[in-house]
T-cell receptor
Framework: EAQVTQNPRYLITVTGKKLTVTCSQN?????MSWYRQDPGLGLRQIYY???????DKGDVPEGYKVSRKEKRNFPLILESPSPNQTSLYFC????????????FGPGTRLLVL | LAKTTQPISMDSYEGQEVNITCSHN???????ITWYQQFPSQGPRFIIQ???TKVTNEVASLFIPADRKSSTLSLPRVSLSDTAVYYC???????????FGKGTKLSVKP
């Protein structure tokens, strides 16, 4: 089954404690991205990757890092999480950045205390 | 700079047709418009995509007028299970950017 998986689905952490949210897709898509979703603000893109070793900033990249060492995986790293990064995070993948349908993961709900 | 605008919420009744409009200024002729549906605690799910005139699939229609300053998602005969948030997404070739609307919360009542 074609899918995007994220782990963990729920995470509670404390300010400053580094964390990684994993994202994996099994569709051989070249394009992957991370979004955060906050009430009243909709979905905002954090980072995206056009292919292995190619990443770029989205609209709200501050406080986040990503890497794309393999085509299927695109982890999101918070080196020093802060409470304003409490949010719902979605990973997505597609063949192409602007034209093709994006497939979204189930989401990761993060609470930073 | 392109921007998308959608109504925050809409109410409807079962069996009615629902039209949700997304306004998007400054989009080029080859910029795609995509609509997604999102249920609570789930990721957005693709509904329909197009870049001109009208597109129809088994669940919805997408109308894009000639001036392309807006697009309308049409859901025929909605049911309670269509209660969700609907997002429009514009893929801007000219700017190399993706613009998500803030979503329209559709509530379908019996």
């Amino acid at each position: 089954e074609a899918q995007v998986t994220q782990n963990p689905r729920y995470l509670i952490t404390v300010t400053g404690k580094k964390l990684t949210v994993t994202c994996s897709q099994n569709m051989n898509h070249e394009y992957m991205s991370w979004y955060r979703q906050d009430p009243g603000l909709g979905l905002r893109q954090i980072y995206y990757s056009m292919n292995v070793e190619v990443t770029d900033k989205g609209d709200v990249p501050e406080g986040y890092k990503v890497s794309r060492k393999e085509k299927r995986n695109f982890p999101l790293i918070l080196e020093s999480p802060s409470p304003n990064q409490t949010s719902l995070y979605f990973c997505a993948s597609s063949w192409d950045r602007l034209q093709e349908t994006q497939y979204f993961g189930p989401g990761t709900r993060l609470l930073v205390l | 700079l392109a921007k998308t605008t959608q109504p925050i919420s809409m109410d409807s009744y079962e069996g009615q047709e629902v039209n949700i409009t997304c306004s998007h200024n400054n989009i080029a002729t080859n910029d795609y418009i995509t609509w997604y549906q999102q249920f609570p605690s789930q990721g957005p799910r693709f509904i329909i995509q197009g870049y001109k005139t009208k597109v129809t699939n088994e669940v919805a229609s997408l109308f894009i007028p000639a001036d392309r300053k807006s697009s309308t998602l049409s859901l025929p005969r909605v049911s309670l299970s269509d209660t969700a948030v609907y997002y429009c997404l514009v893929g801007l070739w000219s700017q190399g950017n993706l613009i998500f609307g803030k979503g329209t919360k559709l509530s379908v009542k019996p």
